[in-house]
């Protein structure tokens, strides 16, 4: 059975940063394109950032040139850096899987920008 858990959440302030983390078991975690998804309160989840197997990466335009996504197959782990962050990058933070058909979801990571 497949099991993401994602850490490395917290509080911080407006411009400051955060590095998440996606821990992967269950899955041969290297076969698959992988993403950060986010919920912010009152809303519905959306796409952050994805990285292919390949390395290749793409981010929402709201995000672009301050989060960094990235894996490190050997440890079946995915990152998310996350810098400058604003109020509006408060949310529970969600890695999966990129297909129609996503791992059960973990309980994600919350981060919150406030000052």
């Known amino acids: 059975q497949v099991q993401l858990v994602e850490s490395g959440g917290g509080l911080v302030q407006p411009g400051g940063s955060l590095r998440l983390s996606c821990a992967a078991s269950g899955t041969i975690f290297r076969i698959y394109s992988m993403a950060w998804y986010r919920q912010a309160p009152g809303k519905q989840r959306e796409w952050v950032a994805t990285?292919?197997?390949?390395?290749?990466?793409n981010l929402v335009d709201s995000v672009k040139g301050r989060f960094t996504i990235s894996r490190d197959d050997a440890k079946n782990m995915l990152y998310l850096q996350m810098n400058s962050l604003k109020p509006e990058d408060t949310a529970v933070y969600y890695c999966?899987?990129?297909?129609?058909?996503?791992?059960?979801w973990g309980q994600g990571t919350q981060v919150t920008v406030s000052s």
């Open positions: 999966n899987k990129v297909a129609t058909r996503p791992f059960s």
């Open positions: 990285i292919t197997t390949g390395g290749g990466t």
